[in-house]
């Protein structure tokens, strides 16, 4: 029996080979030659940006046919834009990818007749960060901490009403009583982040890493002991690692259970992070193949070296995994928790 055992396990092994040596010529024949183009829904300069250029840097070395990997730009409606045509009207041959909307699947379920996709169905490939969002205000208004933004007025810039950037200072501001105005139309965050620089507006909400690569500086205490800026409230399911122990989670300043439940909702955004996903209708065989590739990016130091380099961080989930946070969240969202959020938000 034991013979046979060994006889069998061996054969088992060289079908497992042939068939991997088999699919490495399938993806090989599949990416030979070919162009791989990364879409970014927002501008240049973002985080967004910056991940998907690092990718692009990247991935091709572990994908068989060595591509070549490009990054296109489609900025418009806080992302939505972007998410809309992928979903629609993108090719569906496994060349084209999208660095995915953090927060696809609140913006699909509070505002459908606008988002034109089921985050569900998307082939998601991979993620090298998870995102907090933090809310971020200048201190020469008199802001230092979130109860002091219940006195002030103030104007946040962000891109369009579908970004984060406006969900999270329009929730706080009906769940805790700020006195937000919400400016939209900027590209993307570092224009946004510039608006508050230069006092076109005054607070923000973008995830920690925007802050931290982007103006590190404001968080620094000057001479006198001052800070140009500080962050002053975080949405997330866990707490973000790199903030200071004070700066609070919006979930834990809620008392009411259902806005506690629209808060986790939002917060789902946080997982999704920055990645990758490929069009709905793209072979089985792209998505293996790009898994295994984006897994290996993850794993490769020279990729977390580039990363740190570009002040960014390594915090990596897997396809697989995401894909089955997104189909969770879909389904844990009741729609009285969504109507709850839509009416917090949109006031609709």
Sequence with gaps: MAKTGIRIGRGAILAAAALAIAAGGASAQMYDGKTIRIIIPYGPGGTYDKYGQTFSDHLAKHIPGNPTVIVQHMPGAGGSKAMNWFANAAPKDGAHLIVPLDNSVVNQLMRPKKMRYDARQFRWIGSSNQTNMVMVSRTDIGVNSWEDM?????????????????????????????????????????????????????????????????????????????????????????????????????????????????????????????GLALHPDASDDAVKTLRMAYDKMNADQTFSSDLQRRRLRLMASSGADIQKAVAQAVTDASPEVVARARKLIYEM
């Design 150 to 274: 219940k006195k002030a007025k103030m104007i946040c810039s962000t891109s369009g009403q579908g970004s984060t950037g406006y969900i999270v200072p329009k929730l706080a501001s009906s769940l805790l009583g700020f006195k937000i105005k919400m400016v939209t139309g900027y590209k993307g965050s570092s224009r946004s982040i510039l608006a508050v620089e230069q006092g076109e507006t005054n607070c923000a909400s973008f995830n920690w890493l925007a802050w931290s690569s982007k103006v590190p500086q404001w968080f620094k205490p000057d001479k006198d002991g001052k800070q140009f800026a500080k962050a002053v409230l975080q949405v997330g399911i866990f707490r973000d690692p790199d903030l200071p122990a004070d700066v609070p989670m919006l979930g834990d300043l809620v008392k009411d259970k259902m806005d506690k439940a629209v808060v986790n909702f939002i917060a789902v955004a946080g997982i999704l992070g920055r």
